[in-house]
């Protein structure tokens, strides 16, 4: 979705500026390798590259591949390339090191001198903590014989003697780019050599710390500092960034915020965000709605910033525009549901762009998702106390369609079961008709499980290839409806004819269940549970209606004479 068209930033530019601007948002819909073709033959292409926000210019990084793209990160600025770094090479409160190895060995390749000096001047204790993890450093007496070292000492000036450390190899996760020990020593070796030849004086200081620094403080420091410049774009620390999750009710969400956009928003403001959202959701067509280019590009600024939350929250990494989609769908998913839901409940029809305008995105996301989590939040507590589970008896006799929603929810984070309908298994919530569709399909599952609960019945008798939830209560209530009261565990065959063959009402098409076979079932579990009918209807008539319902979709069109006990799933019956 284009914003830009709208927000008339350029404006705001000088002519240079704007004209770059407008060959930035070009590049960003290009192809990868067109894309960089474009960058490398512009005039200015410094200029050009430096003029992309730090998230943009990652995502055209990581989708040309970050081998391709070093005249990219050779023309990058000191500040893009400290985005890049304080995105990579953590994991959570912990230094990967072969990533911060691998991305030396990327800003060396682009610009060895300037990544040196880079680091020395920006990140000094950061850059010898890195270097005291790989190397040891001897300073050699006058008179002292270097021979006496013993192997793999080499020195620059023939005063510091370094040798590099044995690391040991530690397992690597799966798309984790592994680091062969001698790689790591090259690169080692490139910056120190690097160091060497391009300040002499200051390479003799970088060693004699390295000799002493401590690692623990130095990168608890660098932890800081690099959550604090992230912060700014939404990558919290896990714990915080968790919040984004917390379910918000309507009746809880501030309004009357006022949203302006950054004064430098045309380098700032990112376009890859809702540059994938897709039309069509509730959240971009209120977005189409709304006219005010300063409220656009606040908005822009916001959703980026809220969708990086949500990365920091979900710990996958993200690096190309293609997985970047995901998220984005996530969140205007949320999104979504969050303003039908507000839109519902107000007393008066203000319009959706009015809830972007005067209420917090972020919130907006926690009302929706709120809703996905009452879902299951009751689901656990079904859990804990179904008669299903409790027999320890599987998941899986709730069938194929109730188990997939029922499993949904009690995942960590709840999905929707979409059973391939747009492509895939599960998804996320989207809209109010997901969450009354799930809503739906467990309050079936928690009626007829809390009856089943009171029945009690032995479950061994029924075990079998077609034994459900559903069949086992359908299978208990054919006997009374049919007169065989003594009749216990699984049904004939002939019971089964019988149980078609009288239980109909219409004919042909409008062939359905007889509103005498359902009265007498709703009055069959009354007498058996101990619960008035008013309460079973509460708790199980239209679950019942639903039930039947499948009975009668099944079986309507079957002449009961023809029944083959083979095809009757919804009723158990023994075997030939």
Not at 180 to 189: E, G, I, L, S, T
Not at 206 to 222: D, T, Y
Not at 426 to 432: A, G, I, K, P, Q
Request: charged residues 25%; glycine residues 8%; hydrophobic residues 45%.
């Amino acid at each position: 979705m284009n914003l830009e068209e709208k927000m008339e930033l350029n404006g705001s530019l000088s002519p240079a500026d704007a004209a770059r601007y407008d060959r930035r948002l070009k590049i960003m819909g290009m192809e990868p390798e067109k894309a960089l073709d474009a960058i490398i033959s512009d005039p200015t292409p410094a200029a050009l590259v430096q003029s992309f926000p730090h998230q943009d210019l990652y995502f055209l990084v990581n989708d040309i591949g970050v081998e391709d793209a070093l005249p990219v990160l050779a023309v990058a600025s000191s500040e893009q390339w400290e985005y890049f770094v304080d995105v990579e090479v953590w994991q959570r409160d912990l230094l990967d090191v072969d990533g911060l190895t691998r991305w030396f060995d990327l800003l060396l390749k682009a610009d060895p001198r300037r990544c040196v000096n880079w680091m020395l001047v920006e990140h000094t204790a950061f850059f010898e903590d890195y270097l005291a993890r790989h190397i040891e450093v001897r300073v050699r007496e006058k008179n002292e014989d270097p021979s006496e070292f013993g192997p793999g000492w080499f020195t620059f000036d023939d005063w510091f003697y370094i040798k590099h450390r044995e690391v040991a190899d530690e397992p690597v996760e799966e798309g984790v780019p592994y680091i062969h020990p001698d790689d790591r020593n090259d690169v080692v070796f490139s910056l120190l050599q690097t160091l060497s030849k391009g300040d002499n004086p200051r390479f003799q200081s970088v060693m004699l710390e390295a000799m002493s620094v401590l690692s623990a403080e130095v990168e608890e420091e660098s932890y800081r500092l690099r959550n604090v410049r992230l912060s700014e774009k939404g990558f919290l620390p896990f714990d915080e960034a968790l919040g984004v999750y917390a379910p918000l009710r309507p009746d809880d969400l501030h309004k009357g915020l006022r949203k302006t956009p950054p004064l430098d928003a045309a380098t700032v403001v990112p376009h890859a965000h809702t540059g994938v959202v897709l039309e069509g959701s509730l959240f971009s067509d209120a977005l189409a709605g709304l006219d005010d280019g300063a409220l656009l590009s606040a908005l822009q600024m916001e959703f980026a910033v809220l969708c990086n939350r949500v990365i920091a929250a979900d710990q996958k990494p993200v690096r190309e525009r293609a997985e970047l989609s995901s998220v984005v769908k996530k969140v205007c998913g949320y999104i979504s549901l969050g303003l039908e839901a507000l839109n519902r409940d107000a007393e008066e029809d203000k319009g959706l762009g009015a809830w972007l305008t005067e209420a917090g995105l972020e919130e907006i996301f926690r009302v929706g998702y709120g809703l996905a989590m009452g879902l299951k939040f009751k689901a656990d507590r079904w859990r804990k106390e179904s008669w299903l589970l409790g027999r320890g008896l599987p998941l899986s006799l709730l069938g194929e369609a109730w188990m997939g929603v029922a499993g949904g929810l009690l995942l960590n984070r709840p999905l929707y079961f979409d059973n391939y309908k747009s492509g895939s298994l599960y998804r996320e919530f989207e809209s109010l008709a997901d969450i009354e569709a799930t809503e739906t399909v467990m309050a079936d599952v928690m009626g007829i499980d809390a009856v089943l609960s009171l029945l009690d019945p032995d479950p061994e008798p029924f075990k079998g290839p077609n034994f459900t939830l559903k069949s086992l209560l359908l299978t208990l209530w054919a006997p009374a409806w049919l007169g065989d009261a003594g009749h216990q565990g699984l049904l004939t065959l002939a019971q089964v004819k019988r149980l078609l063959a009288g239980i109909w009402a219409g004919e042909g098409e409008t062939r359905h269940i007889s509103d005498e076979a359902k009265a007498h079932c709703l009055a069959w579990l009354a007498d058996e549970t101990g619960l008035s009918r008013v309460e079973i209807s509460e708790r199980l008539a239209e679950g019942l209606e639903r039930l039947f319902g499948e009975v009668a979709d099944e079986y309507a069109h079957l002449d009961p004479a023809q029944a083959d006990a083979r095809f009757i799933h919804l009723f158990l019956t023994q075997a030939d």
